[in-house]
């Protein structure tokens, strides 16, 4: 079973920026996709970034050209660069995992989930 475990999120000002990480376990790493979502208070979980097996990349619109999603397979953890934060960032950023490979933006895709961390930006 896959666990995931969130790192990084915290408190900074517009401009600002974080990176999460996202360690996992199991020795399977490199064969999931690997996804970042969001979740603001009141709202639906939405997409952020995912990360094929084959290393290409994907972004929800608001953060294309800020955000940054790589991963390390021998570390087994995940990455979200955040640069250029804004107050609607403001969010639980959670990691997620998908065995299907062609898995991207939907949360159906995916079947192990991180707790989530904070990030609150302010203005």
């Known amino acids: 079973q896959v666990q995931l475990v969130e790192s990084g999120g915290g408190l900074v000002q517009a401009g600002d920026s974080l990176r999460l990480s996202c360690a996992a376990s199991?020795?399977?790493?490199?064969?999931?996709?690997m996804g970042w979502f969001r979740q603001a208070p009141g709202k639906d979980r939405e997409f952020v970034a995912a990360?094929?097996?084959?290393?290409?990349?994907y972004y929800t619109d608001s953060v294309k050209g800020r955000f940054t999603i790589s991963r390390d397979n021998a570390e087994n953890t995940v990455y979200l660069q955040m640069n250029s934060l804004k107050p609607e960032d403001t969010a639980v950023y959670y990691c997620?995992?998908?065995?299907?490979?062609?898995?991207?933006?939907?949360?159906?895709?995916?079947?192990?989930w991180g707790q989530g961390t904070q990030v609150t930006v302010s203005s």
């Open positions: 997620a995992a998908a065995r299907d490979p062609y898995g991207r933006s939907q949360e159906r895709e995916y079947e192990y």
């Open positions: 199991g020795r399977t790493f490199s064969s999931y996709v």
């Open positions: 990360i094929s097996r084959s290393g290409t990349t």
